[in-house]
């Protein structure tokens, strides 16, 4: 059974830092494309960053320079240090796996950025 579990999720000031982990079980995740979106209140779920399973990453522009995704092969988790936080960050943020394989999801954790 494949489990993608979030946490690090909390309230922050605007101008502070967070970092999000993505704890694997039951997939390899330098096997998969892993990948972090998020989703605000009345809005579609987006992407924000993904690591193939090659280690290239890619940040969409809202994010760049503020956020960085980052995998731990040996721990078998994917890392979303996030800074510079600002208010239009504040969302549900959740993990996501995929490959030829299937795609996963996790459960999600709340990021709130107080202006």
């Known amino acids: 059974q494949v489990q993608l579990v979030e946490s690090g999720g909390g309230l922050v000031q605007s101008g502070g830092s967070l970092r999000l982990s993505c704890a694997a079980s039951g997939i390899i995740v330098s096997d998969y494309s892993m990948g972090w979106y998020r989703q605000a209140p009345g809005k579609q779920r987006e992407l924000v960053a993904v690591?193939?399973?090659?280690?290239?990453?890619a940040h969409t522009n809202a994010v760049k320079g503020r956020f960085t995704i980052s995998r731990d092969n040996a721990k078998n988790t994917v890392y979303l240090q996030m800074n510079s936080l600002k208010p239009e960050d504040t969302a549900v943020y959740f993990c996501?796996?995929?490959?030829?394989?299937?795609?996963?999801w996790g459960q999600g954790t709340q990021v709130t950025v107080s202006s």
């Open positions: 690591i193939g399973s090659g280690g290239t990453a």
């Open positions: 996501y796996a995929e490959n030829y394989n299937g795609a996963h």
